[in-house]
């Protein structure tokens, strides 16, 4: 069992940068994928960003490469989405995202067998 918890959302103006950070408790953090994956009103849920158990290893969306950093803290049992140049696009529910069975970044949602319940990024134009 792994538990979830995204923080750091709120109401930006585009531009801006935000920090996303992704508390995890339970199995051993440090084993694992992880990922963030957004939703935005009327659209499916799409990945964001993935890495590696160890971090040496990230993948990215096209919309957010060179935008968007993911990171991880093993010590600290967190996840990261660094996000500079925001726009209204990013506009989206985000979501931390555990893949428990692998240890490297995985794109599409249903390899992900935790989620957190969420965070609100609104970016104003």
């Known amino acids: 069992q792994v538990q979830l918890v995204e923080s750091g959302g709120g109401l930006v103006q585009a531009g801006d940068s935000l920090r996303l950070s992704c508390a995890a408790s339970g199995r051993t953090f440090s084993s694992y994928a992880m990922g963030w994956f957004r939703q935005a009103p009327g659209k499916e849920r799409e990945f964001v960003a993935g890495?590696?158990?160890?971090?040496?290893?990230?993948r990215y969306a096209d919309s957010v490469k060179g935008r968007f950093t993911i990171y991880r803290d093993n010590a600290k049992n967190t996840v990261y989405l660094q996000m500079n140049s925001l726009n209204s696009d990013d506009t989206a529910v985000y979501y931390c995202?555990?893949?428990?069975?692998?240890?490297?970044?995985?794109?599409?949602?249903?390899?992900?067998?935790?989620w957190g319940p969420g965070t609100q990024v609104t970016v104003s134009s």
């Open positions: 995202a555990a893949a428990t069975l692998t240890r490297v970044p995985l794109l599409t949602s249903y390899e992900y067998d935790y």
């Open positions: 890495i590696s158990w160890r971090g040496g290893s990230t």
